[in-house]
Structures are given as C-alpha cells and as structure tokens.
C-alpha cells in the first residue's frame, strides 16, 4: 500500500467512526476510565476480545503496551493513574508464544543493550525455571511466572488501595496461539489480588 493511500484509509476510517459517537459526548471535558490496563506489545494481543477495543475502550480504559507486559517499564504512568486517577481495576494482560519471552530464552546474547536491561529485570525472578528442560514448557512457564511476578509487583506498590477494597489487580492471559484451549484469543484469567466481595463502578 502506498502511503497516501494508508493516509486516506486512515481519514475513511475515521469518518466511519465518527458518525456514530452520540453516546461520546461526555467525554469531551472530562475522561472517566475505570481501568489501568498493561498489555504485551504484540500485535497479536488485542483487548477487544474481551469487550475493551475500539469504541468500547473510549474514555473507559487507560492503555499501557510494552514487551513482556511490564509494570516497571512504564511505572510512573501506571502510578498516576493508580493513584491520581484512581482507576479501580488494574488489569496485566499477557498471552501465550510471547517472542519478547522467547527471545529472553532463546537469543538473549544477541540483544541490543537496551533490550537486555529490560529483560534483567524479570531474569532473576525466573531463574527457578531453569531446571525445566523442555524449552517449549519453559517458555509458557516463563509467561505465566512473568504475569504473575507484575502482578505481585503491582500489589507491593499498591497494595494499601488494595487491602482496603478501592482496587484490584487481576492478571489475564490470552491464547494467542492456540496452544491451550483450542480457540485462538481464548482468555483465561490467572490471578487476581483483591478485597473480598470488591465492587466498583463499571460504566
Ligand atoms: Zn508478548
């Protein structure tokens, strides 16, 4: 595709989008998300099959996508929101065949610098996994060792929003590639750090 004709797409779609937002009028002063949420940047991962993309994710999520769907990596706007805006839920969003996980396992000495000192960080909270000898059950082991060590990591920052029931960590994961559940994108939530009986206004 050339790109005058990705830039016109882009101006078509909005068009399409754009004559139907009678119920986004609210959002013009104010944005109003109930939910923080960390997704993997991968361009397989996408909320919307769990009801927050498009339309559905305006003005009612606060997005955050970066490898290996970390906390730490965009941790003063996760802060912000947590805290200042007060969002109720904090959603980690991970997902299976991650290649930013596979990378770490497989090509870590051929790295760039800057990707290497992000994978330090979560290294040593996965090194428990060494002794799994089968490489393809270490990587999924790794995601899910991954997904649950953010969410731990969230709850030690916040865990005063969460003990007192005004927030929840809850890590989903997502079947990107259909190695789990026969369905591709299938969703599965693993954990979930929360008050018992936590509401919150859904909207
Ligand atoms: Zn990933």
Known sequence: MKLSEFLEYL???????????KDLSKMAKAQHPFMTLIECSDSRVDTSDIGFGGKEALDRVFRIENIWNTV????????????????PILFIFAHTNCGAIKAALFEYDHLSPAIKRELDYIKPALEWLENVKDMEERWFKWV??????????AYNKFKDLV?????????G?????????????????????AKDNFEFNYH
């Open 163 to 171: 003990n007192s029931g005004k927030l929840a960590i809850i890590g």
């Open 11 to 21: 101006e078509n779609r909005n068009r399409e989008f754009i004559t139907d937002q």
């Open 72 to 87: 730490w990596n965009n941790e003063w706007s996760v802060e912000y929101w947590v805290l200042h805006l007060k969002t």
């Open 144 to 153: 899910l060792a991954n997904l649950e060590y953010q969410v731990n990591y």
């Open 173 to 193: 994961l997502e079947d990107t590639d259909n190695s789990l559940w026969w369905w591709y994108d299938k969703y599965y939530t693993k954990f979930v750090l």
